[in-house]
């Protein structure tokens, strides 16, 4: 029985990631109605620039992680004009191919330079042990640090002049624009941060778990399973379906394959956009 605890509580240690990198993905289509394509290549470079701040260039790896959301922010905004910014307005299959096309270029690249060769970043953290059963001081650590940058995020969000106005072009464009907020700069900050949440979880998956190229495809997965979750355009939503799908693999864990974990998730994932259209964990905004 404890076994089954232990994998439960590291279920949602891990999860709480997974919701950080849906937070992103969920983001940016709450303010702009573009569901983002290059999420997982996103995730992938935030692992591979904490590769190289961490493993090449010494930096302390949970050091890294500012200089990694910087990075993702800047990227964010260029990846917006470049892919993103014409498509505002049209059909989404418009944007869902501007952005798959991003999205392939750049593991199409990644695979040139690194090929599918397994990388690690050495993280070593002192665990809990309870009982024989030890929770990862890396798992930990992420967990806290997701919940510390959701926390940031709300009060950017709620707190500060251009988070109200994200909020704002969320809710309703044209009235923001009759306002006098400029809303295509708001798009272009939603967008950066965004693709900023998404490197910053990579970056964080990466000191739990070893990764290549490709890994990105199976965690944006992921990040779409909770996002229909916690609903769409719903952050706090997202992180609260990313601790349930961690959860959900913490109790799938002990008792089948580790390859049946993603027939569940994914049932569930049908199942709840048949009865929840709107998400489990949807919240009216405000």
């Not at 798959?100 to 695979?111: E, S």
């Not at 640090?145 to 709300?154: D, S």
Request: glycine residues 12%; hydrophobic residues 60%; charged residues 5%.
């Amino acid at each position: 029985m404890l076994g089954v605890l232990a994998s439960i509580v590291d279920g949602v240690l891990v999860g709480a990631v997974y919701g950080l990198a849906a937070m992103g993905l969920t983001l940016i289509w709450g303010v702009m109605n573009v569901i983002n394509l290059s999420h997982g290549a996103m995730i992938v470079a935030g692992m591979f620039a904490l590769y190289y701040l961490a493993s090449v260039f010494g930096l302390p790896a949970y050091a890294a992680l500012p200089p990694v959301l910087a990075a993702g922010f800047v990227v964010g905004i260029g990846l917006y004009w470049l892919a993103v910014h014409r498509m505002i307005g049209r059909p989404h299959l418009m944007s869902l191919l501007a952005t798959f096309a991003v999205n392939m270029i750049l593991i199409g690249l990644g695979t040139a330079v690194w090929g599918t060769v397994l990388f690690n970043v050495p993280v070593s953290l002192p665990g809990i042990s309870l009982r024989g059963y030890t929770f990862t001081g890396t798992h930990i650590m992420a967990a806290v640090l997701t919940a510390v940058i959701a926390g940031l995020l709300y009060l950017f969000l709620y707190r500060t002049r251009p988070g109200k106005a994200i909020r704002a072009v969320a809710s309703n464009r044209e009235a923001a624009e009759l306002s006098g907020i400029p809303t295509t700069q708001v798009l272009a900050l939603a967008f950066g941060l965004g693709v900023a949440l998404a490197c910053t979880s990579g970056a964080l998956i990466a000191t739990m778990f070893p990764f290549t190229v490709l890994s990105g495809s199976a965690y944006e997965l992921k990040s779409f399973v909770v996002t229909v979750l916690g609903g769409l355009g719903n952050p706090a939503g997202a992180l609260a379906g990313g601790v349930a799908l961690g959860l959900l693999e913490g109790l799938a864990t002990p008792f089948m394959p580790v390859s049946w974990t993603e027939v569940i998730e994914f049932a569930v994932f049908v199942a709840v956009l048949i009865a929840y259209p709107g998400g489990l964990f949807a919240f009216r905004r405000s």
